[in-house]
């Protein structure tokens, strides 16, 4: 960003009649290790930032943004107090995500640390090629949306979440959403999108073009989650994976993840890299440690727990620390589990092992396995778990034929695996993490259960059929 775009902004930020692409520009120069490289002269004082060591303002060195390093800046630039707060009230706002994700982002960042070394490997791609694919793989629960969400927060890029089981997982979604927001960050000219944006990837390929001669020497980041909840049926057999390009022109950089043993269709002319969390074993139990003792730390509740076991902190955190197989979901639900007061009767050595341990371990403390079966509450569980999109308690009760008492248990009982939502006034419900419906679908425990996957989509199939007669008969 050159010396006139710079105060240019600023200028414009001060009477309110600055862009998103603007501000976007700005926060990216101010904020990004590999693009803040100003260096100015305004009037008797120099600003220097380099490579997002040090920040040097006349003669005074700053380590990061903060709050007094803004106020230096913006007092070098105008040195009018209206134009300093306007600028700083801007700067405070949220990077620019698209708020189809930002709750889940929300969520996703909610007690994240660490993963330093994912950054710091991003960063050192995207320094060394001129454009690419950058893909971070690993297992279910390891945090590969966590990673992607606080990605997208701290840089402002351009976010899309694949949900197979709560939201958008097609490629006609993915191509809107990127398509929208690209338009809308780089003020491209186009008052709504093609008929043909949504077919193939054709327009994307061409939209990124255009954007490419817009970005003015920045970054163009794309992040996109989950490629392995993509509905294959959504794009063409020969077609890359949500119709990603082929050819990316200079600048433009995808960031990706997907589970480890999924392999997805993309060929690409583009430099492409993988990383992989397995390989990052100690990395990753570090940050594990650092998670448990922070939740510790945080929760009166929770220390009390660990006090009344006669462990220490440290002791507590080294044994969960090895049963966890350094997998944060493990540690989302069994955290929640000890700080509510469930398995005092065990101890920290009989916790269950990583986290589809977790799962069966949960399922039989929930009477999933007694005899008599608890048919309904099975019923019901496999319902949750194979629903498309999020559904209403009264949902659930149609499509299991179980009465409000009986779901409404079911939804007390297992609430922690679930997502909840309020949409029109309406609770909706949906399995929080895929790793969960995996363990549905394990054969030894479908085996015992008497269902099968087949059966359960046609209780859900059976009762929309009945709805749609219902519907048509009244017309």
Known sequence: MTDDEFKQIVDKIAQGQHTEAELFQLRQALSSADNCQLSLQLGKFNINIGDGKEIHIGDRIYQEWDEDAVKA???????????IEALLKALKQPSYISSQFQSLINDKTQDFVGREYVFDAINVFI?????????????PGQGKSAILAKYINDTGCIAHFNQLLQGPNRAD???????????????????????????????????????AQQRK???????????????????????????????????????????????????????????????????????????IANRVGRSENLRQRVDVRGETVTEFTNKIVKKS??????????????????????????????????????????????????????????????????????????????????VQTVLNEWEQFLHELLKDNSRRYSVYHASFRDFLHRKDILEKTGLTIPGVHQLIAKDQLNKWKNRHRHE
């Open 325 to 406: 197989e350094n997998n944060f979901m493990y540690l989302r639900y069994i955290l929640i589990d000890i700080e509510s007061g469930l398995y005092q009767d065990i101890t920290l050595e009989q916790f269950p092992q990583g986290l589809q341990g977790y799962y069966d371990f949960h399922w039989r403390r929930m009477g999933m396995t007694t005899n008599p079966l608890p048919d309904a509450k099975i019923k019901i569980v496999y319902i949750l778990g194979e629903v498309k999109q999020p559904v209403s308690r009264q949902q659930i009760c149609d499509f299991s034929g179980e009465d409000t008492r009986t």
């Open 73 to 83: 800046l913006i007092q070098l630039v105008e040195g009018n107090k209206q134009t």
């Open 217 to 291: 020497g920045m970054k163009v980041i794309i992040a996109v989650d989950a490629l392995d909840e993509v509905d294959a049926n959504s794009y063409r057999d020969a077609a890359n994976i949500l119709y990603l390009p082929a050819h990316l022109p200079d600048g433009v950089y995808f960031i990706l993840t997907r589970r480890r043993d999924v392999e997805v269709p993309l060929t690409s002319f583009a430099p492409m890299q993988t990383l992989n969390l397995l390989d990052y074993q100690t990395d990753s139990k570090r940050d594990v440690g650092t998670y």
């Open 127 to 139: 320094t060394n090629n001129s454009k690419g694919y950058f893909t971070i793989i690993g297992d």
């Open 173 to 211: 979604q993915f191509l809107e959403s990127v398509c929208s927001q690209l338009i809308e960050r780089y003020q491209i000219p186009y008052d709504s999108l093609p008929v043909n944006a949504k077919q193939d990837g054709e327009f994307l390929g061409q939209l990124l073009d255009e954007v």
